[in-house]
């Protein structure tokens, strides 16, 4: 539950990024398609990080075990 | 099909493919011929081609003027090192003069060359007067108190009389005592005793001292003194320490042979009278004549200096012109002339979107050389390959650059640039992944791009200007360096709770059993990022080898579908189906079914935390396919689908390998069809075909065997490579574990360590070691060693997917772009 809530998060400030480039550094469309690409591997690139690190963890086979003087 | 439909439709992105480039032939009356090239050269858009190549440069049309450019650029170095030798700062007053021609500049840099020769060899002549007079003052000096002490004794009341009665006398000779014969060393006395004095470098005293003896057998006598002050070495330019000597000595061959060693060891011998009163004129007269010489020399320097500053507010801007002059001649060095002799052909490449400014531009020309006749500009068609251009800003240039430097795109091939501003910041940022260094990079970053106007004009260091260069490299570097360090929870390598608390807790309140058996986990994973209980802990790194394992293999697996997608919209735009069939299709489907697979393995593994043996999985896969898979299974219908996928991998090969070859050939073979002869170059441009022109023959043959080798090639390469490819991303997983131990390990043994005492010196030096140890290992090595290797993959295993790079890059004759120091 918490993972799809997550990522539709970062599908939205993927939205929202994009548009604020659309804003920002408007182009002729060939430029505009360019950054919107830009934008879009990076939201790509920084959900798979984070989904990778959290299925990760979702169901561990091992537990963190102390070491001594913690 | 509607996505086809719909990527069609789509406009072409900015960066993706190269620039729609064209083969452009001019034909330039010669009155406008110059006028035009310089047009050309303040618009930067077209390339030209060389269409002389096969000529040596000094068969050219216009050496002439080349010969003369260089020769005008030699006297301005020429006088920029002068400037620099006479310490001047050149400055360059804003250019209130208009502007000059060529011819004239000409002139008037023979003319100033000439005059700063003839000061300068004025003031070497004076200089060595001056060094001359000096030395004589020096050895004045000295030997006089040689002379005195050695007079017999029974000269020596009568020399002081002497003194007494003539120094007290104000009668000065009229006639200089230095106008006489000097060549006679003094007037011979009883005892036929007679002396040279002179000044020799230090250095080589001993030496002289020795030979001397040696030559008279003994029978002199060497006084020596050191001189008061260094002279000036006219050879070396530098000050060097001389000392004054007297040789006494008696007849006349001892003479000859003393004067020969003299003139051996470089000293200079001057005549010291030994009447003390003349001694004193000469000293006297030699000390005026020294201050004269000083005078005219400062005088002589000054008008030099003043000449030069008049010089340098100029020489900047007739280095340019001079560079430019030169940049354009050797352009009309690469046109042709036509048999009529009164036009000039060129041809060169401009982007299609230029044209209309090059034709502007050569409108203008003609109308400001009032030329009768205008500047013929057309396109042609081109065999050979256009060169590769691509508009980048400064933004996106260095990653161009990054890109560039391992292959430059074929003309129109997918750019791989568009996506490695992307990647190849997140690539390192997962080997470097720790928010604390990754605020360090970002100060790092931003001043650069702060002060960004001021060092572009500057001229910096070779590893600066690299740096400068890519700061907005650094810029997205260190901004996912941030994020990935956000998400393994490593603040120079130390843990935070900044998404809420911790997912294990003790099994019981009194944590007995945490030390043994471990935590419990009690809720939902972790929000964001690597739990930070795992920090310190003992079962920390089985825990994070395998997350980052899986996780290179899962973010190798998406690069190389990404390449092999871009494959396919290459094959597309180049509409050649056969690769999309025979090539495209089964790449994908061997990578996937293999380690497409494999990552879906893991991703099940993951979510129902299934204790199947991956390894176990992926091997038995291959060795016994049919057997049951007992409990590594992990889905209904593994075995089946292993079978499947099994198979089409072993399909997917003879189909990358054989069916391509063979269709070519029969392509080939309908295509020429009953013709045995190559294309026939019609044009309705048929004057002098150019022999460098790139309307060159076509050659038209078809070597099966060649073609099928290269196929097998790329296959097995495929092949192989997907296995081994897939194995390097592993590299993600190791650089992320050297960088988080070493950062451990500062932290723990060096600022912990040092931390723990009581003394406040130990605990500074423990902080200063631990910054040292940050700042150049940690942030200079480590990235750099990241950058290295995320470069590694983004041109090995990404790249090699897709890009074949061995096209040229388009580099148009422009001002712009000619450097400082291109002589």
Redesign the interface.
């Known amino acids: 539950m918490a993972f799809v809530v997550t990522t539709l998060i970062f599908a939205a400030v993927g939205i929202i990024a994009s548009l604020l480039v659309r804003i920002c550094f408007s182009g002729g469309p060939s430029a505009n398609l360019l950054h919107f690409t830009l934008v879009v591997t990076a939201v790509v690139c920084s959900w798979m990080m984070w989904a990778i690190v959290y299925l990760a963890q979702m169901k561990p086979l091992i537990v963190p075990i102390l070491s001594e003087g913690e | 099909m509607a996505i086809d439909e719909f990527l069609d439709n789509?406009?072409?992105?900015?960066?993706?493919r190269s620039e729609k480039m064209t083969l452009v032939q001019l034909i330039i009356p010669v009155e406008s011929a110059h006028r035009a090239i310089s047009y050309l050269g303040e618009l930067g858009l077209v390339q030209f081609r060389d269409l002389n190549a096969d000529k040596s440069p000094f068969q050219r049309t216009f050496v002439n003027q080349v010969k003369r450019c260089a020769e005008m650029s030699r006297k301005l170095r020429f006088f920029k090192d002068q400037i620099s030798k006479a310490g001047l700062l050149s400055s360059a007053r804003p250019a209130m003069q208009p502007d000059i021609e060529l011819e004239e500049l000409e002139i008037q840099l023979a003319d100033h060359e000439h005059e700063l020769n003839e000061m300068n060899s004025n003031s070497e002549n004076l200089r060595q007067s001056y060094n001359e007079l000096l030395e004589f003052k020096m050895v004045l000096q000295e030997a006089s108190g040689f002379l005195v002490s050695h007079d017999n004794h029974t000269v020596s009341e009568e020399r002081e009389l002497d003194e007494n009665v003539y120094s007290n006398n104000s009668y000065v000779e009229t006639a200089s005592l230095l106008e006489q014969d000097m060549m006679r060393p003094g007037r011979p006395d009883q005892s036929g005793l007679r002396f040279v004095s002179g000044i020799i470098c230090k250095s080589k005293v001993l030496r002289f001292e020795r030979m001397l003896f040696r030559a008279t057998r003994g029978n002199m006598l060497f006084n020596q003194a050191l001189a008061d002050e260094q002279i000036m070495d006219p050879l070396s330019t530098e000050m060097v320490e001389k000392v004054v000597f007297v040789v006494f000595f008696s007849g006349e061959q001892a003479r000859t042979k003393i004067l020969k060693i003299c003139e051996a060891f470089g000293a200079n011998c001057y005549p010291v009278p030994e009447d003390v009163t003349k001694q004193r004129q000469i000293t006297r007269e030699v000390s005026l004549r020294l201050a004269d010489l000083e005078t005219t020399l400062d005088a002589g320097i000054r008008h030099r200096n003043k000449a030069l500053t008049s010089l340098s507010f100029h020489l900047a801007k007739w280095m340019n012109m001079v560079r430019r002059e030169k940049a354009v001649y050797d352009t009309l060095n690469m046109l042709n002339f036509d048999v009529t002799k009164k036009c000039l052909l060129g041809e060169g490449w401009c982007p299609i979107f230029a044209k209309t400014k090059v034709q502007e531009a050569l409108q203008r020309a003609t109308f400001d050389s009032s030329s009768q006749v205008g500047i013929i500009f057309h396109v042609m068609d081109a065999i050979e390959s256009p060169p590769t251009y691509f508009r980048a800003n400064h933004f996106t240039s260095p990653f161009q650059e990054i890109v560039d430097a391992y292959g430059v795109a074929r003309y129109q091939e997918a750019n791989p640039a568009?996506?490695t501003?992307?990647?190849f910041p997140?690539l390192f940022a997962?080997m470097f992944g720790d928010w604390g260094h990754g605020i360090c990079l970002l100060l790092g970053a931003l001043v650069l791009i702060a002060r960004e106007s001021k060092l572009s004009s500057q001229k910096l260091g070779s590893f600066m200007e690299m740096l400068f260069g890519g700061r907005y490299v650094l810029l997205l570097m260190s901004l996912f360096s941030i994020?990935?360090g956000l998400?393994?929870n490593e603040f120079f390598s130390v843990p935070f709770h900044i998404f809420g608390g911790s997912?294990?807790k003790c099994r019981d309140a009194t944590c007995s059993d945490?030390?043994?058996?471990?935590?419990?986990?009690f809720r939902?994973?972790?929000?964001?990022?690597?739990?930070p209980?795992?920090r310190?802990?003992?079962?920390?790194l089985?825990?994070l080898n395998?997350?980052k394992m899986?996780?290179s293999i899962?973010?190798g697996v998406?690069q190389m579908n990404l390449g092999i997608i871009i494959s396919y919209f290459n094959a597309r735009f180049f509409a050649s189906s056969i690769d999309i069939r025979y090539q495209f299709v089964p790449q994908i489907i061997f990578l996937n079914s293999l380690f497409g697979y494999l990552s879906l393995l893991i991703?099940i593994k993951?979510?129902?935390?299934s204790?199947a043996d991956l390894y176990h999985v992926m091997i038995y896969m291959f060795l016994s396919p049919t057997d049951a898979l007992g409990e590594n299974q992990l889905f209904w219908g593994q075995r089946p689908l292993q079978i499947i996928l099994l198979v089409l991998a072993l399909i997917a090969v003879p189909w990358m390998l054989f069916p391509k070859p063979f269709i070519l050939k029969k392509l080939h073979t309908e295509r020429f069809q009953g013709r045995s002869y190559g294309i026939l170059n019609t044009s309705e441009m048929d004057l002098e075909v150019e022999p460098d022109s790139a309307r060159s023959q076509y050659h038209e043959e078809f070597n099966f065997s060649e073609v099928f080798v290269h196929q097998m090639i790329h296959s097995i390469e495929f092949v192989l490579g997907a296995v081994s490819n897939t194995a390097s991303y592993l590299r993600l997983w190791a650089l992320s574990l050297a960088h988080s131990e070493l950062s451990t390990v500062f932290y723990e043994k060096v600022l912990l360590l040092a931390w723990g005492y009581d003394n406040f010196a130990v605990k500074l030096i423990g902080l200063a070691v631990f910054a040292f140890a940050t700042a150049f290992i940690l942030l200079m090595m480590e990235t750099l060693s990241a950058f290295l290797h995320a470069l590694r993959l983004h041109w090995v295993e990404f790249q090699n997917k897709f890009y074949h790079g061995d096209g040229y890059k388009f580099k148009p004759f422009s001002f712009a772009s000619l450097t400082e120091d291109e002589d």
């Open positions: 789509l406009p072409p992105m900015d960066l993706m568009v996506y501003v992307i990647t997140f997962v994020y990935c998400i393994y997912a294990y945490a030390h043994s058996v471990g935590l419990v986990k939902d994973p972790y929000p964001f990022g690597v739990d209980s795992w310190g802990s003992r079962s920390e089985p825990f395998s997350l899986k996780m899962l973010l998406a991703i993951w979510c129902t935390g204790q």
